[in-house]
């Protein structure tokens, strides 16, 4: 099978450390970007330089034109799609439910969960055994904050990652006799970028005491977890969920 594979939000922290990975491991590596074309092409230049193959691929996960126009991208480049990491993702700042707009609502569930469901939709039309495709496999990445809950801080992040579980759960079992399997991980407090962007960028210094491991982890400790779930290795592995949060 040709192993090719896209990874969203692929620029950076555990996107950009998944694609490494995996390409080291012989995939061809499709990343996605949303703004950051610089940091997509650097992590394309790392693959290529290392003797893989790699593309950048710009699209908002959200908006459905642009993600129909992405995987048009890999096809005509790489072929059908056998691998999918839903890694794209946002935070907010930290903020107590009776803080939040709607507004923040509707953009956390749009990139969050939405992106996810239309990246999956698209390459299960190109994994499936019912469209003539050869299986594969789609990684979607949680969060330990849908097990936690995340109070004063990101319920919203947490349920729109309750919604990726349960998504990850029914698509599992819909396309299992296809030949896909669909899991998921859920990283714990993760050293990466995304903490800043919520305007937290020390979170991970001030929590992991609350962490049994006692320490953060790093992204690519996560994209381990994650080219695992992917690999043939996983092959009677679906419906799982594996929490890599330092026992948190």
């Given at each position: 099978m040709n192993k090719v594979l896209l990874v969203t939000g692929g620029s950076r922290g555990i996107g950009a450390a998944t694609a490494l990975l995996a390409a080291q491991q012989g995939w061809s590596v499709a990343v996605n970007y949303t703004a950051n074309s610089l940091a997509a092409d650097e992590v394309v230049r790392q693959i290529r330089a290392s003797g893989g193959q790699a593309m950048s691929v710009q699209a908002d996960v959200a908006d459905e034109a642009q993600v129909l126009r992405m995987f048009e991208h890999i096809d005509a480049k790489f072929g059908r799609l056998t691998g999918l990491v839903n890694n794209a993702g946002v935070v907010d700042v930290t903020a107590r439910v009776d803080e939040m707009s709607v507004a923040r609502w509707k953009r956390m569930f749009d990139i969050n969960v939405i992106g996810s469901l239309i990246c999956a939709r698209e390459a299960v039309r190109r994994m499936s055994t019912q469209y003539g495709g050869e299986g594969g496999?789609?990684?979607?990445?949680?969060?330990?904050?849908?097990?936690l809950g995340s109070p004063g801080q990101y319920v919203d992040y947490a349920a729109a990652k309750g919604a990726i579980d349960a998504f990850t759960i029914g698509l599992a079992k819909e396309v299992a006799a296809e030949g896909i399997r669909v899991n998921a991980v859920r990283p714990g407090l993760i050293e990466t970028e995304i903490h800043?962007?919520?305007?937290?960028?020390?979170?991970v210094k001030e929590l992991q005491h609350l962490v049994p491991a006692q320490r953060g982890g790093s992204a690519e400790e996560?994209?381990?977890?994650?080219?695992?779930?992917?690999?043939d290795s996983a092959s009677y592995t679906t419906m799982s969920f594996l929490d890599i949060s330092g026992g948190r």
């Open positions: 496999s789609i990684v979607n990445v949680s969060s330990a904050a849908s097990r800043a962007s919520g305007g937290l960028p020390n979170r996560v994209a381990q977890g994650i080219v695992w779930l992917l690999s």
